[in-house]
């Protein structure tokens, strides 16, 4: 079974993307296990954003605080990999804690999401356009 995302949040992250080709952008996923309704930019905090992505901490506290007071409820991250393929890299899979949590990886080009289901491991889940 798929995650739905509408085209034009689809296509705000593409181009987000292909807008940063030096380095991984990144940010959170809310919504629930049928549809990503919202997407929010963070702050590649990692020590080589050429390469690697890190989710400023204080985005991370303010979406967990803002979802027990009722907000919206984070269900995973997306980042980029500008000259890659939007597959999880062997240092995706190192951070994978087997959480369910929803991995979105772009390209200039493509989106993939994957679900941690194991740590280490991920599943591809389809991802439907409306």
Same mark, same amino acid.
């Given at each position: 079974m798929g995650i739905a995302i509408s085209s034009t949040l689809l296509r705000r992250l593409l181009n987000a993307a292909c807008a940063s080709p030096d380095a991984e952008i990144c940010g959170l996923l809310?919504? !629930? !296990?049928?549809?990503?309704?919202?997407?929010?930019?963070?702050?590649?905090?990692?020590? &080589?954003?050429?390469?690697?992505?890190?989710? &400023?901490?204080? +985005?991370?506290? /303010? +979406?967990?605080?803002?979802?027990?007071?009722?907000? /919206?409820?984070?269900i995973g991250h997306y980042h980029s990999h500008p000259s890659g393929t939007p597959v999880p890299s062997a240092r995706d899979a190192e951070a994978a804690m087997g959480d369910g949590a929803y991995w979105l990886i772009l390209t200039p080009n493509e989106a993939r999401l994957w679900r941690s289901v194991a740590i280490g491991a991920f599943e591809p889940v389809p991802l439907d356009h409306y």
């Open positions: 809310f919504g !629930s !296990s049928e549809r990503i309704e919202a997407a929010e930019a963070a702050i590649n905090v990692a020590p &080589d954003p050429a390469r690697l992505f890190e989710i &400023d901490p204080a +985005a991370l506290f /303010a +979406a967990h605080r803002a979802a027990r007071a009722g907000g /919206a409820r984070m």
